[in-house]
Nanobody
Framework: QVQLVESGGGLVQPGGSLRLSCAASVSIFSINAMGWYRQAPGKQRELVAAITSGGSTNYADDVKGRFTISRGNAKNSVYLQMNSLKPEDTAVYYC?????????WGQGTQVTVSS
């Protein structure tokens, strides 16, 4: 079982920045990939960014160049630096971790981009 604890969401103006954090309850060495999905009201959950145990990254097209995913030094944490935020980035952001063929989810953190 993997527990994921997220933090860092909130309200920000368009053009602003936020940094999301996600800490896993197990060593990342047993995790194949971690990352973030988001779900806006009335829409399906979509992949935002992911990072593998080998350090490879993957981004949704509409966040490339604005968002950066990284791992912490302790390597059981993952971060999402979000810059140049737009109102359409407003959503609940969910951390995920893939371990031994099972996907685990965090509880979600709200990101609202509004003036």
């Amino acid at each position: 079982q993997v527990q994921l604890v997220e933090s860092g969401g909130g309200l920000v103006q368009p053009g602003g920045s936020l940094r999301l954090s996600c800490a896993a309850s197990v060593s990342i060495f047993s995790i194949n990939a971690m990352g973030w999905y988001r779900q806006a009201p009335g829409k399906q959950r979509e992949l935002v960014a992911a990072i593998t145990s080998g350090g490879s990254t993957n981004y949704a097209d509409d966040v490339k160049g604005r968002f950066t995913i990284s791992r912490g030094n302790a390597k059981n944490s993952v971060y999402l630096q979000m810059n140049s935020l737009k109102p359409e980035d407003t959503a609940v952001y969910y951390c995920f971790a893939d371990r031994f063929g099972v996907r685990y989810w965090g509880q979600g953190t709200q990101v609202t981009v509004s003036s």
